[in-house]
């Protein structure tokens, strides 16, 4: 690739921080015209771990060297227990370690989204375009998109169907996947799996005919220091990288770190609230107090733990095999949901618990599907090195917790059902309860992260909100923000499929307008 050189600063059309599910997508969509440079850095490396396409060793993902294994301050919700967010460090970012669940979420998860920005592109209708233009429902046979969307009814546990039949046999609806507008209901979950292997977004956009592309360059081992500012744009990115510092200039700056290190960055750049900057001895350019705030999370209880009357034999998938969405205290009422329980084919509980042995337990997951819990990401000092400060504020409003115990409580009415019967031989967690004290003592030590951060840079047309409906960071002319962290608020499920579309959107907007031109 044939970048421009001035002064040691190297210079190319569209500078991409961070190789992860946005930013592969958009090296892939962006490098489509011949005539735009596109260099995409990344902190980590290639995926080389076999275990990363191997659909039932997610899990054991989690804590390896492409794992950024960020921790959480200790949550008052979740009985002072510090959480473990899983983040991939490597080309395709999460896409790597994730559960491999693909859902679109429910329409009404993206008024907020239109209603904030003003802007019709962030609705369901209009983000339509996006979602089909990304998937390949193979089964279906519609769409030709990059990214598998794969039934997984027929490789599906006969626990997971017995699953679906108590939750028809309370009044859920039998969907076909949940990415048809609807998400209240059972179903097989749809998974980003292929002929048996995970299909992360390197595999899906990231192809060796893409990658041999003379106008894209691809730069493995690269973690952003430092945005360099000169008046109302950046001037440079400084990068720390095998081969030392550099620097990188480029037309258009594209953030697309997460939900963790977009927001750091912006702050080790002098771009964030006035006083966490200074609490972090960084100088304060623009004083943008939204970034950072409005940090969400989903999260399960794992779990409802049941022993097995006979050997449950181990998932061919990934171990969550199912989801049902439904209203609190209704299984038949219809709308957005608020609630969700998991069938987990494994002993799947928090650190707090001993899990049985595998293939003698299985666990019901549930949780809340728009939590109201914001929290808060700050850093601590200048340097990439320097420990995040992760407050989700977990459980903190008691609409969450009222929730929370409603979840519980659906998925112990499945799983006493009759149609569970052949499995289940007793319930082990969480035995009697009680009180309210008791339940929420057993919700605060079952929570574990569904690991979907998101909303630290947030878009919208108030004041507050850092980033506008076209995803240019306010401050700034030619820096955008392009990742989970521009999401208001979160989708029912999980964010993966709006990650993608989100860029996409974006990826149509910056190609339109070439064409126009």
């Known amino acids: 690739m044939n970048h421009g050189r001035s002064r040691d600063t190297l210079h190319t059309d569209i500078l991409i921080i961070g190789g992860g599910s946005a930013g592969s997508l958009l090296a892939a969509r962006l490098s489509e015209d011949p005539e735009r440079q596109v260099l995409m850095i990344e902190a980590g490396d290639e995926a080389t771990d076999p275990d990363i396409w191997n659909p039932a060793a997610w899990p054991a993902l989690q804590g390896r060297s492409y794992d ?8 008052a919700g979740t009985a002072g227990r510090i959480h473990h967010w899983a983040r991939g460090r ?6 790597c370690l994730h559960a491999m669940g693909y859902m679109r979420g429910h329409p009404d998860d993206f008024v907020p989204w239109a ?3 003003g802007d019709a592109r962030w609705s369901w209708d209009g983000l339509l375009p996006a979602f089909e233009a990304n998937e390949d429902h193979e089964i279906e046979g519609r769409g030709g998109g990059p990214l598998t969307i794969h039934r997984s009814d027929a490789e599906a546990s006969p626990l997971t169907h017995a699953f679906v039949a108590a939750g028809a046999a309370h009044g859920l609806p039998r969907l076909q996947g949940h990415n048809e507008g609807v998400m209240i209901g059972v179903t097989p979950n749809s998974m980003n799996i292929r002929d048996g292997k995970r299909v992360m977004v390197a595999d899906a956009w990231l192809t060796p005919e893409v990658r041999a592309r003379k106008n894209l360059t691809i730069k493995t081992g690269a973690l952003a220091r430092r945005l360099v500012l ?21 037309k258009k700056v594209l953030l697309c770190a997460g939900s963790l290190e977009s927001p750091a960055l912006l702050m080790r750049s002098g771009i964030g609230p006035r006083d966490v900057l200074g609490a972090a001895g960084v100088d304060c350019i623009f004083d943008m107090p939204g970034i950072g705030r409005n940090l969400q999370d989903h999260l399960l209880g794992a779990g409802n733990l049941y022993a097995t009357r006979k050997h449950l034999p181990p998932s061919r998938l990934q171990h969550s095999e199912s989801m049902a969405y439904m209203r609190a205290g209704s299984f038949s009422e219809g709308g957005q949901p608020e609630i969700v329980v998991g069938c987990g084919v494994a002993p799947i509980v928090s650190e707090r618990f001993e899990a049985p042995g595998p293939g003698t337990a299985y666990s019901l997951l549930f949780g809340v599907t728009h939590p109201t819990s914001r929290g808060t990401l700050k850093i601590t000092g200048p340097e990439p090195g320097d420990r995040l400060i992760i407050d989700p504020a977990y ?6 917790r009222d929730l929370f115990r409603a979840a519980l409580e659906a998925a112990r009415s499945i799983g006493r059902s009759d149609e ?14 009680e009180t309210r004290k008791q339940i929420d003592a057993f919700i605060a030590d079952a929570a574990i992260t569904h690991h979907h951060p998101c909303g630290t840079c947030r878009m919208g047309k108030d004041e507050r909100a850092p980033v506008d409906a076209d995803l240019r960071l ?8 392009v990742d989970a962290s521009v999401m208001p608020n979160l989708t029912a499920g999980p964010i993966h499929a709006a990650v993608l579309a989100i860029a996409e959107t974006f990826a149509r907007t910056i190609l339109d307008n070439k064409k126009e031109a």
């Open 115 to 117: 209603e904030a920005t």
């Open 395 to 400: 459980l903190s409003t008691e609409r969450d």
């Open 474 to 481: 306010k401050a700034l002319d030619n820096l955008f923000v």
């Open 90 to 95: 490597l080309v395709g970012g999460s896409s």
């Open 420 to 433: 569970l019967a052949e499995w289940r031989d007793h319930e082990i967690l969480p035995g009697p309860l």
């Open 68 to 75: 950024w294994d960020y921790r959480t301050e200790p949550q």
């Open 230 to 250: 000169t008046g109302n744009a950046v001037e440079h990115v400084e990068i720390i990288g095998r081969d030392g510092a550099a620097h990188i200039a480029a």
